[in-house]
Nanobody
Framework: QVQLVESGGGLVQAGDSLRLSCAASGVTFSRPYMGWFRQAPGKEREFVATINQSGERTLNAESVKGRFTISRDNAKNTMYLQMNSLKPEDTAVYYC??????????????WGQGTQVTVSS
């Protein structure tokens, strides 16, 4: 059974940094694309970033370019999202996902339970 567990969320001030982690089990971690999505109250789930199997290719949403960095360590079965220069509009529940990749949630078969990120102004 595939399990994805996020950690690292919290309450920070605008301009601060956070690093989210996503630990995977029950899957050969090096095989799937991995991604981060987020969902704010009353809004649809939104693409944040994705990374290919080797970690050499990444894609970020325009809203986080230059501020967020996605990475993965296949030896540790863990994916990361380094978030710098956080803004109040980054406040959301952040989800990690594994699957075929892309910017749509439909491209991912497995999801974590989410971790809350709150950025105060």
């Amino acid at each position: 059974q595939v399990q994805l567990v996020e950690s690292g969320g919290g309450l920070v001030q605008a301009g601060d940094s956070l690093r989210l982690s996503c630990a995977a089990s029950g899957v050969t971690f090096s095989r799937p694309y991995m991604g981060w999505f987020r969902q704010a109250p009353g809004k649809e789930r939104e693409f944040v970033a994705t990374i290919n199997q080797s970690g050499e290719r990444t894609l970020n949403a325009e809203s986080v370019k230059g501020r967020f960095t996605i990475s993965r360590d296949n030896a540790k079965n863990t994916m990361y999202l380094q978030m710098n220069s956080l803004k109040p509009e980054d406040t959301a529940v952040y989800y990690c996902a594994a699957g075929l990749g892309g910017t749509s949630p439909l491209g991912y078969s497995y999801w974590g339970q989410g971790t809350q990120v709150t950025v105060s102004s």
